[in-house]
């Protein structure tokens, strides 16, 4: 029973600090992107928009590739990386968190977008007839009354990094200790023959995405009042 219990706190703890480090990017960069995408229009939009769906159409497997060339030792970002850190950032638990954040960005995004999108314009425009800058109408009336539907990208964005497979497995590898999150251990355990330690994984992801799936309704529902 504690080998068992071993074999699923490592990778459960793993995945839900992977899942949270990503979420706090994805709320950080996600929501601003939402607002441009929401708020903006420029040249290059529609192919801006294009490239941040790929993620959700694309195999994992091919995101994993992309980021791998991305990020590798030879990659463009990988090379900063090894200048600065002196050291490469395949197969960590930070290129796990890498994964993670690139295919759950656009559910952030999307997400929020939609519910910007649905703020009354006539509120924004009074405020800025009061006197307050686009950046104080933003942070002080459209994000506060758009923040259920960004909660909403929010809880969508986390369970899909506690998902995530194979971007992560292409990424940060499967090493045991290290970066096995829950997803990568199911795949070890089925592979392994261990199918009772599959099935207490597999019923853990699944009463967590039930979770969030509640939480979804239930922030969303409200957004529609």
């Given at each position: 029973?504690?080998?068992?219990?071993?074999?699923?706190?490592?990778?459960?703890?793993?995945?839900?600090?992977?899942?949270?480090?990503?979420?706090?990017?994805?709320?950080?960069?996600?929501?601003?992107?939402?607002?441009?995408?929401?708020?903006?229009?420029?040249?290059?939009?529609?192919?801006?928009?294009?490239?941040?769906?790929?993620?959700?159409?694309?195999?994992?497997?091919?995101?994993?590739?992309?980021?791998?060339v991305?990020?590798?030792?030879n990659?463009?970002?990988?090379?900063?990386?090894?200048?600065?850190?002196?050291?490469?950032?395949?197969?960590?638990?930070?290129?796990?968190?890498?994964?993670?954040?690139?295919?759950?960005?656009?559910?952030m995004?999307?997400?929020?977008?939609?519910?910007i999108?649905?703020?009354?314009?006539?509120?924004?425009?009074?405020?800025?007839?009061?006197?307050?800058?686009?950046?104080?109408?933003?942070?002080?009336?459209t994000?506060?009354?758009?923040?259920?539907g960004?909660l909403?990208?929010?809880?969508?964005?986390?369970?899909?990094?506690?998902?995530?497979?194979?971007?992560?497995?292409?990424?940060?590898?499967?090493?045991?200790?290290?970066?096995?999150?829950?997803?990568?251990?199911?795949?070890?355990?089925?592979?392994?023959?261990?199918?009772?330690?599959?099935?207490?994984?597999?019923?853990?992801?699944?009463?967590?995405?039930?979770?969030?799936?509640?939480?979804?309704?239930r922030?969303?529902?409200?957004?529609?009042?």
């Amino acid at each position: 029973m504690i080998p068992m219990l071993d074999n699923i706190w490592f990778p459960l703890s793993l995945t839900l600090w992977i899942a949270a480090i990503s979420s706090f990017f994805v709320l950080s960069s996600g929501v601003a992107i939402a607002y441009v995408f929401a708020r903006r229009d420029f040249r290059g939009k529609g192919l801006a928009e294009l490239l941040l769906t790929l993620p959700l159409v694309l195999p994992p497997t091919v995101i994993g590739y992309l980021l791998v060339v991305l990020v590798g030792r030879n990659g463009f970002l990988g090379q900063m990386i090894l200048n600065f850190l002196g050291t490469g950032i395949m197969f960590t638990w930070q290129a796990a968190v890498i994964a993670a954040y690139t295919v759950s960005l656009p559910l952030m995004v999307y997400t929020a977008k939609a519910a910007i999108e649905a703020v009354d314009r006539e509120i924004e425009y009074a405020a800025y007839i009061l006197g307050k800058s686009e950046l104080e109408t933003a942070l002080q009336i459209t994000l506060p009354i758009a923040k259920k539907g960004i909660l909403a990208g929010l809880i969508l964005s986390f369970a899909r990094a506690m998902g995530e497979f194979g971007a992560t497995l292409m990424l940060a590898g499967n090493i045991p200790g290290k970066t096995n999150t829950m997803s990568i251990s199911i795949y070890s355990a089925f592979q392994a023959g261990n199918n009772e330690l599959a099935q207490v994984l597999v019923l853990i992801l699944v009463f967590m995405s039930l979770l969030t799936i509640a939480l979804t309704g239930r922030f969303a529902g409200k957004l529609e009042v």
